[in-house]
C-alpha cells in the first residue's frame, strides 16, 4: 500500500490518578504518516501538546519492538488496536484513514489501578511471577544443552508459552477481569521441561493463590483473552494449568505456602 498523510480527531482518556474520576478530551492530530508506529502518533501529539503549555498523555512503552508488553491500551474497543497478535508499538498507523477519530483507554481492571491516563499499575503480575519461587538449577559448569533431552513437543509449547509478555490485554478483554492465560502461560512454560518440573506443584498453587490475593476474577472460558493476546498465547495453557492444579492439589504436601 502507498503512504499517505492524514489528520486524526483523537480521544483519549485523560485522569490525574487512581483516586480522580477522569474523562476523555479531544485532541485533533495533523499530519500523520501512514507509516509512523501508533507511539510515534503520540509522540507527535504530546511534543504539540508540550510545545503548547499543556499536559501531554501519559502512556508506558520501553521496547518499541513488541517484547516488553509495556505499550498497553485500548484503541478504539480492543486491547492494543484492530491488528490480530501485534501490540501497540507495532501498529502502524496504516490501520487507520485519513479523517478518522481514535477513542483511546487505558486498561480497566480493579487489579490494574491507573496511575496516570494510560498508565495502569501491573505490578501484580509481578507478585504473581514472585509467588512461582524459583527453579533448581544445580550450579557448577556449563551444562551441554544435548545432556538433558526434551520431548519435541513439550519444547514447542514451552516455547510458545514463553511468549508471553505479560501485557495484560487478556485481563483487560475479559468480563470477569482474570489472570488465567498469564498466569497458564507462565506455568505452562516452566512446568513443561524438565528444568521446571521439580517445583511445577507448587508454582502451580502458589501463583493461584496469587492471583487471588490480587483480585483477578474467575475463568468462565469465554475466550476473549486468546482473541486479543498480542502473541496469540493458547487457551489450551488454561487446560494444562487447570490439570497440573487438581494434581497439585490432590498430593499437597508442607512445601505449599
Ligand atoms: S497471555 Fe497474552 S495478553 Fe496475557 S499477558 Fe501474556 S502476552 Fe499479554
Ligand atoms: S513498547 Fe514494548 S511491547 Fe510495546
Known sequence: MEHYMMNLTLKVWKQKNSKSAGDFETYSVKDISSEMSFLEMFDVLNEQLIHDGRDPIAFDHDCREGICGSCSMYINGRPHGPWKGTTVCQLHMRAFNDGDTIVVEPWRANAFPVIKDLVVDRSAFDRIIQAGGYVSVNTGVTVDGNATPIEKGH?????AAAACIGCGACV???KNSSALLFLSAKVSHLGLLPQGAPEKDTRAI????QMDKEGFGACTNTGACEAVCPKEISITNIARLNGDYLVAGLTADKNYK
Not at 155 to 159: M, V, Y
Not at 206 to 209: E, G, L, T
Open 172 to 174: 483487560a478483554a475479559c
Open 206 to 209: 502458589n501463583m493461584v493463590a
Open 155 to 159: 519444547a514447542d509449547k514451552a516455547f
